[in-house]
């Protein structure tokens, strides 16, 4: 007898209807997910770094209308045109040499023709400048002192020897500045820089040159010191941080990730670097314990407990809030557009406010009148928006990444002292960043500490435009005897207020 088939239930239908639509939703949101990192990832290799946008609808109107390839069209009917067309003069492209600067020494060479022209008349002179260069080249000062013996035996005299950066040291002031500058500004090795010092035949260990590093971030520590307590009574400081590979001697090959922190001033422009072994809260915290003002980040979370403080008003970048709008741009176009478009509209009016060189007052006004409104409407766009997009999608992780910091964000619209974002201390850690490629790491924990000294006043020196070698030969040959209590007189931007006068 055959046994009759059975059928699932209606519920049981019903059931796997209702887990197969879950499946779908699911797989429909990791898809969006996958998708959106395949953009990313192909932004990273194939991208502009460029972050100006563009909105599609001025694109479009850029484009050319070519009409449909391969459509056939009607031929025009022939007509016979005559015009007379003046040629016009062909004008140069050529801008013209830009001039050498005046304060170079001029060397005047002078020429005359072979020819004989004693029997001509000289009517003018042609002048053309020629930028040349004579190399660096090493030379030894001798200090001859003559010595003086009192009649009686009982002294002799002798003229004291002028002070020196390194006590009993052969590196005169100038040879210090020099290799300090191409190790942490210029990003050269110390091992390159001995192989330029050997093609003038000029021999210097390795462990000699590394201790001249030493020794001079030793003498001018108590300078550091004095420019970290200028920095952080700052009533505004730009926070970030940037890795510092350091070699870990416990494990062969390895290296441990430390951190350079950097806090720069935009009112005064300075700059500090505080390395720290990691990047936990521990390193801000203690190096921003006393401090008291505005402090603006990019968003990491460790800096969210200083904004829980009192005394510190807490800011973040919209240039971060703009990336993640772009990072949404292939995922939800339209809605992407329109939050850069405004966030473009920002940007418009800190432009204008730089441009017309507004003080902080007129500044702050413009702001109210004109940032305020496109504020207060974006955000309400961000919120009626978000419960319509996927979760995961990349479009929701940018509303939500500006909803979740939007009173931060904004702080910037009430105080004209403050900036829109915080990519100028960004420009500062970015030289850090290119080193990396030529010293790849520091040697140890000490030498990610002298880096950071010298990355704050020599990074000091580049914001004032200050020749660098010229103010740290300076400091070299001063501070040796320069009263202690007084050091602050010698920081890159006090320094430069004295040359002025």
């Known amino acids: 007898m055959t046994q009759a088939a059975t059928y699932p239930s209606r519920e049981e239908l019903i059931t796997k209807l209702d887990q197969t639509k879950a499946n779908l939703d699911q797989a429909e949101a990791k898809n969006i997910v996958l998708q959106a990192r395949l953009d990313q990832l192909h932004r990273l290799l194939f991208g502009t770094k460029s972050e100006r946008f563009v909105p599609e609808e001025i694109a479009n109107q850029l484009k050319l209308e070519l009409g449909e390839v391969g459509k056939a069209q009607d031929p025009p009917e022939e007509q016979k045109i005559e015009y007379t067309r003046k040629k016009p003069k062909k004008k140069s492209r050529h801008a013209g040499r830009q001039p050498l600067p005046e304060h170079l020494e001029r060397k005047v060479i002078r020429l005359e023709p072979e020819q004989d022209t004693s029997g001509m008349k000289k009517i003018g002179e042609d002048v053309t400048e020629i930028l040349e260069l004579i190399p660096a080249k090493l030379f030894v000062l001798r200090y001859v002192r003559a010595k003086y013996a009192a009649k009686n035996g009982d002294s002799v005299l002798t003229a004291p020897l002028p002070g020196l950066p390194i006590e009993k040291g052969m590196a005169g002031p100038g040879l210090l500045a020099q290799v300090m500058i191409d190790k942490y500004m210029d990003h050269l090795p110390l091992y390159r820089q001995l192989q330029r010092f050997s093609r003038e035949k000029v021999t210097i260990a390795s462990s000699t040159i590394g201790d001249w590093v030493a020794q001079v971030c030793i003498l001018i520590s108590s300078l550091y010191q004095a420019h970290r307590r200028e920095v952080l009574t700052q009533l505004y400081l730009m926070a970030d941080e940037t890795p510092n590979p350091v070699l870990d001697k416990s494990k062969k090959g390895k290296t441990h990730r430390g951190y350079q922190w950097a806090y720069f001033s935009p009112l005064t422009k300075t700059v500090l670097f505080d390395y720290r072994p990691g990047r936990g809260r521990d390193g801000p915290r203690d190096c921003l314990k006393n401090y008291q003002g505005f402090l603006q980040t990019d968003g990491y979370a460790v800096y969210e407990w200083f904004g829980k403080r009192e005394g510190i ?36 009016i800190e432009r204008k406010a730089r441009e017309q060189e507004l003080s902080h007052e007129k500044r702050r006004e413009l702001r109210e009148e004109k940032a305020r409104p496109i504020w207060e409407a974006f955000k309400d766009w961000m919120i009626e928006n978000y419960p319509q997009v996927t979760p995961k999608s990349s479009i929701a992780k940018a509303i939500a990444y500006s909803l979740k910091r939007w009173p931060q964000l904004g702080v910037y619209i009430l105080d004209g002292r403050l900036e829109i974002d915080n990519n100028l201390i960004e420009n500062s850690i970015r030289p850090i960043a290119l080193g990396r490629k030529n010293y790849l790491f520091s040697g140890s924990h000490a030498g990610a500490r002298r880096a950071a000294l010298m990355y704050s006043l020599l990074g000091t020196c580049k914001l004032q435009g200050i020749n660098p070698f010229e103010w740290l030969r300076d400091v070299l040959v001063r501070l040796p005897e320069h009263p202690v209590n007084r050091v602050a007189e010698l920081l890159p931007q006090n320094w430069k207020k004295e040359q002025a006068s």
């Open 313 to 348: 008003v807490l800011l973040h970048c919209m240039a971060h809030a703009r990336r993640e709008f772009e990072n949404a741009l292939k995922n939800d176009p339209d809605r992407a557009q329109h939050a850069l478009l405004q966030i473009q509209k920002l940007y418009a």
